[in-house]
């Protein structure tokens, strides 16, 4: 009579794809993404009350419902050096985690959320001085993930 011996798997467990999500945005002609755990809500519109510039780094505050909020300019910022960038009024945006608080950051465009495979996903090499954490590859083209974190100068 024949024994039966179990069979052992040598081979190393599968490991599940891990997925990540992105709210992408539009900058003039840039398109970027900024992870959605930091987004908080978004704003269609929103007028901003501007602020004397004392090295804050934050363009004005908005009145968002029950909130005064700091406002980051995202077009301002990503437009130095660059080509002018149309400035138009009351543009969309973000309410998002930055520096522990929460604060409005304005773009030009919302475009979908996207859900992207780890295997997309790439460190962002010799960026130490730019706001860019990750390079995505979503479908046909390369996007910057920003560090909303990076955006205000060192106090």
């Known amino acids: 009579?024949?024994?039966?011996?179990?069979?052992?798997?040598?081979?190393?467990?599968?490991?599940?794809?891990?997925?990540?999500?992105?709210l992408t945005l539009r900058i003039g002609r840039e398109f970027l993404a900024v992870?959605?755990?930091r987004i908080q809500r978004l704003e269609a519109s929103?007028?901003?009350?501007?602020?004397?510039?004392?090295?804050?780094?934050?363009h004005g505050l908005a009145d968002v419902g029950d909130n005064v909020v700091p406002v980051i300019d995202?077009?301002?910022?990503?437009?130095i050096g660059g080509e002018p960038i149309l400035l138009e009024p009351n543009p969309p945006c973000l309410l998002a985690m930055v520096e522990g608080g929460i604060a409005g950051v304005i773009v030009h465009q919302v475009l979908p959320i996207e859900t992207v495979p780890e295997s997309h996903i790439s460190p962002a090499e010799d960026a130490h001085?730019?706001?860019?954490?990750?390079?995505?590859?979503?479908?046909?083209?390369?996007?910057?993930?920003?560090?909303?974190?990076r955006l205000l100068p060192p106090l």
């Open 1 to 22: 009579m024949g024994q039966i011996v179990p069979q052992i798997s040598l081979a190393a467990p599968v490991k599940p794809m891990e997925f990540h999500q992105y």
């Open 46 to 58: 929103i007028e901003v009350t501007p602020i004397p510039d004392r090295g804050t780094g934050f």
């Open 35 to 37: 992870p959605l755990d």
């Open 74 to 79: 995202l077009r301002q910022i990503l437009s």
């Open 129 to 149: 001085n730019l706001p860019i954490l990750q390079i995505l590859h979503i479908q046909d083209r390369l996007m910057s993930v920003v560090s909303l974190d």
